[in-house]
């Protein structure tokens, strides 16, 4: 990308990344994480949150292939143990609440070489790690930045375009990452009025005395989903309990809500592969009935459906709904990215797994427990899945007996 002259892009998508994404606070403790494939882009990354006046700012750096060694050469018990240090460093999150940035450039099939026993070793591990991970998490919720974002690894873009050299290759998965992400001319006056339009969009949903969304598209599709009574959409800002907005996702362009756990019923099917932690799924469908995923298959990789849905008590349970057009940028892009990140703002789409407490009214003033207890659900994950196309017809069935319809023709009605 050096030789492109797009030096001012890879500046202006820093920039957009600590501080619009991220909105790095002065003096607070800033921590990337990021495969090795743009060391020269995570530099401009470190020195614009230092700009924004962080404290201090630490890279953990992680490598897919040494994923698989691990996989391969440790033992179970060595992968499901957590040392000092590292329970150390979560404690040290929950303590400073850092702004994280988690930089996604890694090859998104590179895990399916592990193999099925290799796969069980990993979800084991995780099963034994997350009771350590779980009170810090809990207590970071609503109280830090994070977010996410995406850059070019070399075997990422291969995989998209192999018919290009690879450096040409990342070059254009850069190109269209400047475009998704809205970093041509001033990104930060075009996210203030991207984030406008969704929260319009989100207010005129939660003006809806709404019980449940109703999905319906050409392929199969047929599905409803409750809502809990105190949740609300939203768009794509957060805030913390401090007041510190930020933009966890870039791209987004999703207005979301958190369901009711237990209140989904029928039928999904998938628009785009199912990508987690570099495996992939395609052409599948799920079954839902009391809210719980009851039945499923893909034509590849049906293993990874059984490993998230089996992955613990909430992981077949529903944690987002979010209404995404299908005349996105993303999906205007004619590009399938095989990442999730970006493929769910080509389509509406689902999460299994753990909800958003801040979609709950007045979550700040309500303790996590107490928004659980409303239906929010919880697990160790939380894995999105498309199932928006061009045909969808999304209609809101309201508790005053009304339908009023959301979406035709894969876009909004209103």
């Known amino acids: 990308m050096e030789r492109t002259g797009t030096q001012d892009m890879l500046r ?35 020195e614009e949150c230092y700009l924004c006046g962080a404290k201090r700012v630490t890279v953990e750096w992680n490598h897919q292939p040494l994923t698989l060694l691990d996989c391969r ?65 809990d207590a970071l919720e609503n109280n830090y930045q994070w977010v996410f974002a995406c850059v070019p690894g070399p075997a990422w873009a291969k995989s998209l375009f192999p018919e290009l050299e690879t450096e040409e290759a990342a070059e254009k998965l850069w190109r269209l990452i400047f475009a998704v992400c809205r970093v041509e001319g001033d990104p930060v006056a075009n996210w203030e009025a991207h984030n406008r339009e969704l929260q319009a969009r989100s207010a005129y949903l939660n003006g809806l005395p709404l019980k449940e969304l109703r999905f319906r598209s050409g392929n199969g599709t047929d599905f409803t989903v409750g809502m809990i009574p105190q949740a609300r959409f939203k768009g794509v800002l957060e805030t913390t309990r401090g007041g510190v907005t ?17 209140a989904a019923e029928g039928v999904v099917y ?24 009851v039945a499923w298959d893909a034509r590849t990789n049906r293993a990874l459906l059984d490993e998230i849905i089996g992955r613990d008590e909430g992981s077949a349970y529903l944690g987002e709904c979010a209404l995404v057009p299908w005349n996105s940028p993303v999906s205007e892009s004619g590009v399938l990215f095989y990442n999730t990140l970006i493929d769910e703002n080509a389509a509406c ?66």
């Not at 179970?76 to 994280?100: F, I, K, M, N």
């Not at 090859?107 to 350590?132: C, F, H, I, Y």
């Not at 998938?270 to 995923?293: L, M, N, Q, V, Y």
Request: glycine share 8%.
């Open 12 to 46: 202006q998508y820093a920039r957009l990344i600590a501080r619009v994404g991220g909105n790095v606070q002065p003096g607070q403790e800033v921590f990337i994480t990021a495969e090795l494939d743009q060391p020269a882009f995570v530099e401009r990354l470190v």
């Open 73 to 137: 050469y440790r033992s179970l018990e060595s992968l499901g143990a957590v040392d000092a240090y590292e329970e150390a460093r979560w404690r040290h999150y929950a303590q400073t609440r850092p702004c994280r940035i988690t930089l996604i450039s890694e090859d998104p099939s590179a895990l399916n070489r592990m193999g099925p026993e290799g796969q069980e070793k990993l979800r084991e591990a995780g099963r034994r790690t997350w009771p350590v991970y779980k009170p810090y998490r």
């Open 246 to 262: 930020f933009t966890p996702n870039l791209p987004t362009e999703e207005c979301l809500i958190t369901p009711m756990r237990g």
């Open 270 to 293: 998938g628009t785009k592969p199912f990508c987690f932690h570099g495996r992939s799924a395609e052409d599948f469908w799920i079954r839902f009935h009391e809210g719980r995923a």
């Open 349 to 414: 789409h689902l999460a299994l797994g753990k909800g958003y407490i801040n979609s709950i009214e007045n979550h700040l003033d309500r303790s996590l427990e107490e928004c659980r207890a409303l239906g929010v659900n919880d697990s160790q994950i939380h894995a999105d899945f498309m199932i928006g196309a061009a045909d969808t017809a999304v209609d809101a069935v309201c508790t005053d007996g009304r339908e009023v319809p959301i979406f035709r023709q894969g876009t909004w009605a209103f």
